[in-house]
Nanobody, 123 residues
Framework: QVELVESGGRLVHTGDSLRLSCTYS????????MGWFRQAPGKEREFVAT????????YYSDSVKGRFTISRDNAKSTLFLQMNSLNPADTAVYYC????????????????WGQGTQVTVSS
């Protein structure tokens, strides 16, 4: 079982930075990777970033590459998403998720999800 709780979302302005956190509790679940997804109103949930559990390999969507950084602190059981140079297109509910598969870019591959945290970027 995996429990995920996101925090850190809020209203910011274009160009601002924000760090999201996701505390996790993993029991009897073989985690291959943990990731961040986002969903804007009227749009499908989309991949943002992911980090593999073993070697910490990271992958990003083209829309956030160079601006966002995913990381984790195993000692604190926390996943982070550092977001820089935010713009209104980044406005969405951000979710963290865990997967036991190597199919890292598809939301349906992730078995466990947090409740989401709202990020709003005003122009």
């Amino acid at each position: 079982q995996v429990e995920l709780v996101e925090s850190g979302g809020r209203l910011v302005h274009t160009g601002d930075s924000l760090r999201l956190s996701c505390t996790y509790s993993i029991r009897r679940f073989t985690t291959y990777a943990m990731g961040w997804f986002r969903q804007a109103p009227g749009k499908e949930r989309e991949f943002v970033a992911t980090i593999t559990w073993d070697f910490g390999n990271t992958y990003y969507s083209d829309s956030v590459k160079g601006r966002f950084t995913i990381s984790r602190d195993n000692a604190k059981s926390t996943l982070f998403l550092q977001m820089n140079s935010l713009n209104p297109a980044d406005t969405a509910v951000y979710y963290c998720a865990a997967t036991a598969t190597s199919n890292l870019l598809t939301p349906r591959s992730y078995a466990f999800w947090g409740q989401g945290t709202q990020v709003t970027v005003s122009s």
